[in-house]
């Protein structure tokens, strides 16, 4: 057998990398046909109003996603940053309301977020809780902290610099997508370049392996975690930002779009595959089938049904390609 | 049901029996592209034999069981039950037939009771409901009848694997079995285990199942088989009546090599103390005194659970010790973290690949570098060149068959991963060298490497550490075997100082 299984791995290691590389393409591949047939079938899609709204939609989705693929490759799960998306949201109105300058809020927001994300870390490594438990813990507490500091009250934000950010262009491109790029150039640096991220998906594949191989295995699990948060308090900024408002039930059920973004994405949620582009795509067609569905006046239901579906496919056709290696 | 029953009762089903074989393979080969994994084989079994299959990994051997037990299709070739020529397409259709297999690794519900999984599939109901009891009390007489001496209703989980491979002899040999093959039955197994697993072959045996049974350990085919069939690099070289051949002519026809150049040992002068333990105590060992030098191999041997691994994980840091004084070079030390000791320059390739030795869904390279990113890194970023550079020496320099550092760990074969586990040490660099079973599942050809390259290590002032359950391994290449007993160190015996015997008595205890 050694053999063929070893001619078997040649040909399979070349088609691993072909079949990265074709799956980050299939997926661009599907956003240009969602983009090409939406185009056709309605004439409000392509319009210069409607592609600054689909990308500034998307963005939010994409840096969630991002921050939640890091603690996915680890074979973890964080279900907990829309909600501290939406905490986040609280209390950047409620520093930016007292007098806080802008920078400074908004470092003190992320610093939350990381807070946050140690603790979920803690949890895991120190208290020994299933990272589904934790996080599920903080998501209902976080909101409910939020809501506790208002009073169940809206905060609205005054500060014109700060809500006009949303509205922004740079070079022709909403300030909201540059965020994308700013948050993902480290990201793919971080995981594709440097040893930590190989130590994520070390840890991902078998930590008892990673430990024995001097890899500090709660380290890389604060690493993950931490991350994850802080792109969430991150993303609650951006969100501040675009409504203008602080409100803890804001960003209610971005965790589940945000893993399917993913999941999408080609990550898996056994661990030790994923990649920084796929979950980026993997939130724009979502964000595209949401706007195209709008569009098209899909009623919002099908929105839903048709996302679930998508994830369905696209996750069967990825595992059908993998088992057949 | 008792195995008698299941056996007589599995002959009725299959018809009367002939006198011609019960099985017999013409032409069978398999082709994967190219690539000819079986080339036509011709071979008979017969009633009432075991028949032992003996190979190089890679020989076809798990081809041929695939083949038997229609987990594959065969690309040319006939095979003949009971004189009708069979397609054995599917396992239902072998499993119909009457044939079954034993795995290496158990493959059953660790949460479910020994009962449930003797009679998984196959539930005894009434009403439509379950008849636990009624289940766990039929499980038991079974496995008395037997003679392990297992509870049925314990979880699987609670076993230790040797106890769990049993039950999944016991389950197998069950529901009309007439030809039963072993793959690598005892890896995991302690030498008790091993015998009652024995005794439970030939009474199989002894009530008309075909037994086929596969294993890299010579002695064991010469204890258990009738005949022996020898496979090469897809060929079916010979089969030999076990009464007419010795092990020489049988490593001679799997490898072309003879047994004495197997163990390879170099002496090589013994350096400064590396390691020293006085009276070190943790979980699952206690009061273990001995000394590592440069240049010297230090056995231990003991059965499986004797506290030798977490002994070894002890020295690493995996497992803090409780009581006692490490030295290292003379130095006390206080090791609490995997990283500390390696550090210090000690390096583990541990018992088991699978759970502790590999990242087994990512590349060989990964695995290769893994220990040594953090040198890899200049500035923040991971040199690729320098990242290629590393894990192409290590598969060059042992000689790991794959074509590209990128294909992933789990697609090689068990001799291959365990060289994958060394090389990241290699690679990484130590001192001391602990090797825990480092040749379980792997081939003599793989085995023979492995040995040379502890000589290797002594000749550049390595010290080592080898754990192994297999006497000869030991005996043959430590220059001091300690022995262990329910954690205690039972006997400590220069190179050949003692006899298999007297080693074997201080590790059992009689």
């Not at chain 1, 409607?50 to 490759?73: C, D, H, K, W, Y």
């Not at chain 2, 076993?159 to 039963?180: E, W």
């Not at chain 2, 590393?390 to 090689?412: E, G, N, V, W, Y």
Request: proline letters at 3%; one cysteine or more; hydrophobic letters at 45%.
């Amino acid at each position: 057998m050694t053999t063929t299984t070893e001619i078997a791995s040649k040909e399979a290691a070349r088609a691993r990398r072909n079949y990265s590389f074709l799956f980050a393409l299939t997926l661009l591949g599907i956003l240009v046909l969602l983009c090409v047939v939406l185009t056709i079938a309605t004439p409000n899609f392509l319009t210069e109003r409607n592609i600054p709204n689909l990308l500034r939609q998307g963005s939010m989705i994409a840096i969630l996603a991002l921050g939640e693929t890091f603690v996915i490759i680890t074979a973890g799960i964080d279900l907990s940053v829309g909600a501290i998306a939406g905490f986040a949201t609280v209390v950047i109105a409620m520093l930016i309301q007292a007098g806080v300058p802008v920078w400074l809020s908004i470092f003190i927001t992320l610093l939350v977020g990381l807070g946050i994300g140690v603790f979920h870390a803690f949890g895991i490594t120190k208290m020994g809780l299933p990272p589904f438990i934790i996080t599920l813990a903080t998501l209902t507490s976080l909101r409910g902290i939020g809501l506790l500091m208002t009073n169940g009250a809206t905060i609205s934000i005054t500060d014109k610099g700060f809500t006009d950010f949303a509205t922004l262009d740079f070079l022709g491109i909403p300030s909201l997508f540059w965020m994308v790029i700013m948050v993902a150039v480290p990201g793919y640096i971080f995981l594709s370049l440097t040893r930590w991220g190989r130590y994520l998906f070390a840890v991902g594949s078998n930590p008892e392996s990673a430990r024995l191989s001097g890899v500090r295995v709660q380290l890389v699990i604060y690493i993950a975690y931490s991350l994850s948060a802080v792109c969430a308090a991150f993303v609650g900024v951006l969100l501040a930002t675009r409504i203008g408002i602080g409100n803890a039930t804001q960003a209610n059920g971005w965790e589940l779009q945000a893993i399917a973004s993913s999941v999408i994405g080609g990550t898996s949620l056994f661990g030790a595959i994923g990649s920084v582009h796929g979950p980026l795509i993997g939130a724009f067609i979502l964000a595209t089938i949401n706007n195209g569905a709008n569009l098209l006046n899909i009623n919002s239901f099908w929105q839903q049904i048709i996302t679930g579906g998508l994830i369905i496919v696209i996750v069967f056709f990825d595992q059908l390609r993998r088992r057949s290696r | 049901m008792s195995i008698s029953d299941a056996a007589s009762g599995g002959r009725a089903v299959g018809g009367e029996r002939k006198d011609g074989p019960i099985l017999e393979l013409r032409g069978l080969a398999k082709n994967y592209g190219p690539v000819q994994a079986l080339k036509p084989a011709n071979l008979a079994f017969n009633y009432d034999e075991i028949h032992a299959i003996v190979g190089e990994n890679g020989a076809g051997k798990s081809t041929l069981i695939k083949l038997l037990t229609g987990v594959i299709r065969r690309t040319a070739g006939e095979v003949f039950w009971n004189g009708k020529a069979v397609a054995l397409d599917t396992p239902q259709e072998a499993i119909d037939h009457g044939i079954n297999a034993v795995h290496q690794e158990v493959v059953l519900c660790r949460h479910l009771s020994v009962a449930a999984n003797i009679f998984l599939g196959d539930e005894k109901v009434k009403y439509g409901l379950m008849q636990k009891r009624e289940m766990t009390r039929e499980a038991q007489r079974i496995l008395n009848d037997m003679g392990f001496n297992l509870p049925a209703g314990a979880e699987l989980g609670s076993l230790t694997i040797g106890q769990q491979q049993l039950v999944a002899t016991a389950r197998a040999s069950l529901r009309g079995t007439k030809f039963l093959i072993f793959d690598e039955p005892t890896a995991y197994l302690t030498r008790q285990e091993a015998a009652q697993l024995f005794a439970l072959i030939r009474r199989l045996r002894d009530s008309g199942v075909t037994i086929v049974y596969i294993s890299h350990r010579l002695e064991e085919v010469f204890e258990l088989a009738d005949r022996v069939t020898v496979l090469r690099d897809g060929n079916l070289v010979g089969t030999r009546n076990i009464k007419d051949t010795n092990e020489n002519e049988l490593v001679a026809l799997m490898i072309n090599r003879s047994i004495e150049q197997i163990y390879h040992k170099e002496t090589v002068p013994f350096g400064e103390v590396l390691l020293e333990t006085r009276g070190l105590s943790g979980k699952g060992f206690e009061d273990v005194s001995l000394t590592v030098r440069r240049g010297e191999i230090v056995g231990l041997y003991g059965l499986i659970g004797a506290g030798r691994s977490e002994f070894a994980m002890s020295i690493f840091g995996r497992n803090p010790k409780t009581s006692g004084e490490i030295l290292w070079k003379g130095q006390p030390v206080d090791i609490r973290k995997e990283r500390q000791a390696i550090r210090l320059g000690i390096a583990m390739a541990p018992e088991s690949r699978r759970d502790q030795g590999l990242n087994l869904n990512l590349s060989i390279g990964f695995n290769i570098n893994l220990p040594i990113y953090d040198r890899l890194t200049h500035g923040i970023t991971i040199s690729a060149r320098e990242e290629a550079e590393h894990a192409d020496r290590q598969i060059k320099d042992l000689a790991i068959k794959t074509p590209s550092r990128r294909s992933l760990a789990s697609s090689m074969s068990g001799g291959n991963q365990q060289k994958i586990v060394i090389g990241k040490w290699l690679n990484h660099g130590a001192d001391l060298f602990i090797f825990d079973e480092p040749t379980v599942g792997v081939d003599v050809g793989t085995k023979a490497e492995i040995y040379r390259l502890l000589a290797e290590l002594l000749k550049k002032g390595a010290g080592i550490i080898l754990i192994s359950s297999y006497l000869p391994e030991v005996y043959e290449l430590a220059d001091t075997l300690h022995v262990f007993r329910g954690g205690r160190l039972t006997g400590s015996n220069a190179f050949h100082a003692a006899s298999h015997e007297q080693v074997l008595a201080e590790a059992i205890g009689v």
